[in-house]
């Protein structure tokens, strides 16, 4: 049996994204889509916004065979700490293939090419690198500068890191990427005839604009959590403690008043020009969810959702790490997905008054 890895966000799921499967599937010749998913919180430092069972069963329904949910410390990390997480799972699980979405200004050679550059580390990459970011620009300006490039789009970087964790880690996976179609990663409008960005229906989706409803769950976004995540801001003793927040956003952090009307306005407030939207977003996520350092150690995969039972079965018989479904037996893996899981239910709670499932007693989805 040939399985091909996907990491994603679906946030939410689309018809792009169906798209992707469906092309991975084709060009891989596998039998087989195992998806690595995002959580609660995603890798922008924002609420997802659907829950991960909501969004894995919209995957397993298009085109995906099983989904498995990364922990917050991953799905919340820097590019490089997402891939590699990621990455490392799907290599454990005994996939053949990796594929993701690229732009169409990138070609597969060229990113597989920047990849291993960015694992290789030479002295002179490094110290590009290092002069690039005196200028006090943004890292990943900087990163593109230091290979030479104009300028790395998001999805291209992510790639660019996946090949980059493969690399390093020796990794035996091939890489499959799929040249997107339709609107670009961070377009905000939706066009007439082509595939949404995920921004663009979020966008749409918590202005109202689009009422979307998916078996009975309702959206929710970062502004939700506006208090909360303030109050969190307001009641910590120690900033520098916790990931992506050094002393320079920390020191901003403690000048801030925080009297925001939005989460957007709040990060816009604290960011400078060396600094992206998604990094101080981060910053203030993992004050919230209290993550102090990235996930890179894989002792379990969590699967919360699949829809043939036989890939289940090879996967079992393949797999480098323990693959698990019921939550509750194993408390001490999953306190931090648990801990993410019981904020979002609450704002949620706080929201629409209706309660979602308790992490630990919440079923697998099954399709």
């Known amino acids: ?33 195992i998806v690595v998913m995002s959580g609660h919180f995603v890798q922008r ?21 099983a989904v498995f949910m990364m922990p917050p410390e991953a799905s919340t990390a820097s590019a490089e700490g997402f891939a590699e997480y990621g990455v490392g799972l799907l290599d454990k699980l005994g996939c053949d293939f990796i594929s993701c979405g690229l732009e169409p200004e990138y070609s597969g050679h060229r990113i597989a090419e920047l990849g291993k550059m960015m694992a290789c580390e030479s002295d002179d990459f490094r110290s590009r690198l290092k002069e690039c970011l005196k200028k006090g620009i943004s890292y990943p300006d900087a990163l593109a500068q230091a290979l030479g490039i104009e300028k790395l789009e998001p999805n291209a970087l992510l790639a660019a890191e996946y090949v980059k964790a493969m690399t390093k880690a020796g990794s035996r996976m091939e890489f499959v990427p799929v040249t997107r ?42 502004d939700d959590f506006l208090p909360e995540i303030t109050d969190s801001i307001l009641r910590c003793d120690d900033f520098a403690e916790f990931l992506d927040v050094d002393e320079s956003i920390a020191a901003r952090l ?37 993550i102090k350092e990235c996930k890179k150690d894989i002792d379990i995969a969590h699967l919360i959702g699949f829809g043939n039972s036989d890939v289940l079965s090879e996967l079992k018989n393949r797999s480098g790490t323990e693959i698990i479904s019921k939550a509750a037996d194993f408390r001490e893996e999953l306190i931090s997905s648990a801990f993410a899981a019981t904020l979002y239910n609450q704002i949620y709670w706080k929201k629409y008054h209706i309660e979602l499932p308790n992490f630990y007693r919440q079923n697998i989805i099954k399709v």
């Open 254 to 290: 403690r000048r801030s008043e925080l009297h925001y009307h939005t989460f957007e306005e709040m990060i816009k407030d604290i960011k400078t020009r060396e600094y992206t939207y998604t990094r101080i977003a981060r910053a203030v996520c993992h004050i919230y969810l209290n």
């Open 1 to 33: 049996m040939k399985i091909c890895g996907v990491i994603a966000e679906y946030n939410p799921f689309h018809e792009g994204h169906k798209y992707h499967l469906a092309q991975a599937r084709k060009l891989t010749g596998a039998d087989a889509l």
């Open 181 to 222: 179609t339709g609107s670009g990663y961070e377009e905000t409008e939706i066009k007439c005839g082509e595939f949404p960005s995920a921004m663009a229906l979020r966008k749409k989706i918590l202005s109202g604009e689009i009422p979307y409803e998916y078996n009975g769950a309702m959206p929710l976004g970062p």
């Open 45 to 65: 430092g924002e609420p997802a916004i659907f829950s991960p069972y909501v969004r894995a069963e919209s995957a397993l329904r298009g085109g995906a065979d």
